[in-house]
């Protein structure tokens, strides 16, 4: 859920049920890496709701589109670190078979 | 020379910017222009490409005083560096790049691995995620026909909850409140005694535990029997038999070799137990129980560096004041010794080295690397650790995805 102004698209709060530090704090990190963002941060009101707000302040684009863009590359890193650790994992059970078969 | 590093750096920007335009396109159109002229000043001659180094150390190191740790914090804002012409923003060329993942230990149980080149808040999520986010199967209802053992119902319940199972969660649905059947529960039975006159003792375990492939053998009313024209109500309505499914019929569920070994509870002579246990599929931020995690965890890696020679009765002094032995003593020419650092991964930064005034801060210096993660999990025996990491980054995925379609 969005909360903004009607006029100016460029700052605004969101309120994300359901979810916690774990994607907030991840959003903020990818956020606060984006050049068109002056202002993020998140915060959770009360510790028996499950809610978080996410603050987005631009400078220009649409807030909405920006963490939409946050989120985006913060599945782009998790994919990548996914393929990168099964990549690792199949080289270890390799290399251990193969020293295994030499003994 | 300097002349020629100043080419290479701007051809790098170059190839930068193209595979920037290729895989952003879409998404960031309006911001491409802007992101152009950036690379342009940037590749200028004069403009610094690099941090200076004390403040390239602050960056990337957490210093560990006597005192109290410094620099703890990440530089996250994108114009951070802006002042120095330094751009401190994502770019996802970069991550991949950068982002590295080093196996050092890995057995069914637990594994070990370096994960380089990632910020702590993400690090923190797939943590996080493993913990209390990754499903499991677990028991959650316990149907207790005769217990006359020292152990309460309540206390055996519980316990009964925490025996990890080993059967992969994903060919599970959730429960949700529907009736229980072959696609979202498991059936155990157990039934033991302890006879009087043949044992002294009996030692309940895990693996009496027996598998109901056809789901429960408990009615549900057992005086209702005036309607017992079709079969009688039994806890589960399962449609087919379990076993008779192609993931379990030559894999059958129940507890074998260390999970087997779990004590359930004790009997004394003419004692007995008999229940009948529902699991179904749930996630550890509900209950501890369905963790997959015996525990997951991080730390960062240390970085032990001497800043001058140290030689003879000091060096012996300073492997010695080391109590997981980071230092080691090497022999140099005409009968010196030099303290050499050959273990700095086992420093757990007691800080013993440089606790006895400041000449000893002036020798060494303990440091963690910031974006460079010792991250340990243990499975509890649901499913190989590498597959639990996966599911955690995807679960993180799937947050993103729902967020960007919420907002969509």
Known sequence: MEHGSNSDNSKSSFSLVDEDHTLANAVRFTLNQDP???????????????????????????????????CQDLMMMCQHVRSTLDKAVADYKMRNQRDADSD | MARRDERMSEEEEETEAESMSESESESQSGGEKSKGGLDYIMSLPDVPMKLPPHVELQRTRVLCN???????????????????????SFRLDHFRDKFRVEVIRYSDEDMEFDMIGVDPALANAFRRILISEVPTMAIEKVLI???????????????????????????????DGNPLNERNSIVFKLHVRCERKKHLRRTVKASDLKWLPN??????SENSNSSSSSKPKTYTEFTCPQDSLPEF???????????GDIIIAKLGPGEEIELEVHAVKGIGKTHAKWSPVATAWYRMLPEVVLL???EDEVAENLKSKCPVGVFDIEDVANGKKRLTVSQPRACTLCRECIREGEEWEKRVSLRRVKDHFIF?????????????????????????????????
Request: net charge negative; charged share 20%; proline share 6%.
């Open chain 1, 36 to 70: 068109r963002v002056s202002f993020s941060g998140y915060s959770i009101p009360h510790p028996s709701e499950n809610r978080v707000n996410i603050r987005v302040q631009t400078t220009g684009a649409p807030a909405q589109e920006v963490l939409k863009d946050a």
């Open chain 2, 66 to 88: 006597a005192d109290a740790p410094n620099h703890t914090d990440t530089i996250q804002y994108s114009g951070a560096f802006a002042s120095v012409g330094v751009d401190n």
């Open chain 2, 145 to 175: 026909a005769n217990n006359t053992s020292a152990i309460q119902d309540e206390v055996l319940a519980h316990r009964l909850g925490l025996i990890p199972i080993s059967v992969d969660p994903r060919l599970f649905e959730y429960a």
């Open chain 2, 215 to 220: 789901g429960s053998e408990l009615l549900e």
């Open chain 2, 249 to 259: 019929s030559d894999n059958p569920i129940g507890f074998k070799g260390k999970l």
């Open chain 2, 308 to 310: 001058e020679e140290v």
């Open chain 2, 376 to 408: 340990t999990v243990e499975s509890a025996g649901a499913l190989p650790p590498d597959v639990l990491f996966t599911e955690a980054v995807k679960i993180l995925e799937t947050k993103c995805e729902s967020v960007i379609s919420d907002l969509s």
